[in-house]
């Protein structure tokens, strides 16, 4: 979900990642809040900034509750009890900050839309580029707004094709034509069915889930597999690209049909950054991608030529994603694997922390060297990425000061990040990501360049 900005902020401002989660269960006497709650809590480093839910009671009402901030202070003991359904989906947001009342109740996710024809509530992980586009033409045909985002824009959108219908997947089918963009949603009806959609490039992850017993069947879907497994079900396979779930309270999990694409594009940041090293992205282990990614690595390093250095070094992990990365180097370089930065677990990710200063000033609040391992050590650090470098640069300094390393040589899993992305990722401008402003200024010097600047 992305907020409607200004020129200057659309240039200075980062986008979002966030996450999505559904289940449906056949046992109306049966409650599926503290499964919404459970999916969610295994989604949460996906997005920080708030949460929602929605579910469908006997009679078919849907009623939803969302909130600034965790889901394990938003979807407390209380709230848990109060909200009873069988049906239900969940959603946890990174907003986009620099507009104005996007912490407002209006711009938490689920949306729920309801009309004198329809109703529904839905949750969308993506970014419309051409939103502006839709949303003027239905501003044209007399729809009211009261968010400036592309997830109210897609639920008017889908609230007035199914206008007079019943036929959710040919709905569906028709949104996603007008739809330019990335993004994974679900759909909940207040009759109880659930679809879900991925767009026809497969750029945002979503798969689903069962899980039976003599008393009840239960279907899943999610952003990632590892909320499947928080909840005690079984991965069943990933939604595919292009595909419209329909999951059924009342029978099982079909498709619908699917939205062909002559090429899939997957988000890499899925596997280097986003995702949790447990969960399976389009049948991938992102822990078996990321170690892969680490002897890749070890195996085109010149440094492991040097006898000194290999006498005196040893491999360092950013944690947490970084972790995996590091072990597959070590392995294949046959270099010892330390911890040679201790985490505080109360500071959420810097990429996706809201705002440059903060970032920074977060990256001494988040990590701390341990001297002990490190001091006079020639570090072979191991990341996922460097997008502005302003985090690396610190931490490369932290290392140097407060670790006393003789030298710190930095392995980044990620190819270097030129170009923007608009198809949700937290970086929107050429300038802001270092690689691609060293580029432009460097041309193949610019990696050296980059070097120099950080300090490795």
Not at 10 to 30: H, L, Q, S, W
Not at 98 to 110: E, L, N, R, T, W
Not at 122 to 129: D, K, L, S, V
Not at 213 to 228: D, G, H, P, Q
């Amino acid at each position: 979900m992305v907020l409607k900005k200004t020129k200057k902020q659309m240039r200075e401002k980062p986008r979002e990642n966030c996450a999505i989660f559904g289940v449906t269960c056949n046992d109306f006497g049966f409650s599926v809040s503290m499964l919404l709650y459970q999916g969610l809590i295994a989604l949460q480093h996906r997005g920080q900034e708030s949460t929602g839910i929605s579910l469908l009671k006997t009679g078919g009402k849907i009623y939803t509750y969302k909130k600034n901030g965790l889901v394990s202070k938003v979807l407390d003991n209380p709230i848990i009890s109060q909200y009873w359904g069988n049906v239900g989906i969940g959603h946890n947001r990174y907003a986009t900050t620099g507009a104005v009342g996007y912490k407002s109740m209006d711009y938490i996710q689920p949306f729920h839309f309801k009309n004198n024809e329809i109703e529904f509530t839905m949750a969308f992980n993506g970014t419309i580029a051409n939103f502006d586009e839709i949303k003027k033409n239905m501003d044209d045909m007399g729809r009211i707004f009261i968010t400036d985002t592309d997830t109210e824009v897609i639920a008017q959108l889908i609230g007035s094709i199914a206008f007079g219908t019943e036929d959710w997947p040919e709905v569906l089918k028709l949104t996603s034509k007008l739809l330019d963009g990335s993004y994974s949603l679900i759909l909940m009806t207040d009759e109880g069915d659930i679809y879900a959609m991925r767009d026809p490039l497969g750029f945002k992850p979503l798969c689903i889930g069962e899980l039976k017993t003599e008393k009840r069947n239960l279907y899943f879907v999610a952003s990632e597999s590892c909320a499947i497994d928080a909840v005690g079900g079984k991965l069943l396979r990933d939604v595919e690209p292009g595909e419209i779930l329909h999951l059924s309270h009342q029978k099982d999990i079909h498709s619908e049909m699917i939205i062909k694409s002559q090429k899939t594009a997957l988000c890499q940041f899925e596997f280097v950054y986003f995702a949790r090293p447990d969960s399976i992205i389009d049948g991938v282990s992102v822990a078996e991608a990321r170690l892969k990614l680490g002897r890749f690595l070890a195996k085109n390093d010149p440094i492991l030529k040097d006898p000194e250095i290999r006498e005196n070094a040893v491999v360092v992990p950013v944690p947490d994603s970084g972790r995996s990365v590091a072990v597959g180097y070590a392995k294949e370089a046959n270099l010892p694997y330390v911890e040679g930065l201790m985490k505080n677990r109360y500071i959420w990710r810097t990429f996706i922390i809201p705002g440059q200063a903060r970032r920074k000033a977060a990256v001494k609040e988040k990590l701390n060297p341990i001297k002990s391992v490190i001091e006079g050590k020639d570090i072979i650090l191991l990341d996922d990425s460097i997008v502005r470098g302003t985090t690396t640069k610190e931490l490369v300094s932290l290392l140097k000061t407060r670790g006393k390393a003789r030298n710190v040589h930095l392995r980044i899993s990620c190819p270097p990040i030129v170009s923007p992305c608009y198809m949700g990722i937290d970086f929107p401008t050429k300038d802001e990501l270092i690689a691609g402003r060293f580029q432009k200024l460097y041309n193949e010097n610019y990696i050296e360049e980059i070097r120099k600047k950080i300090g490795a």
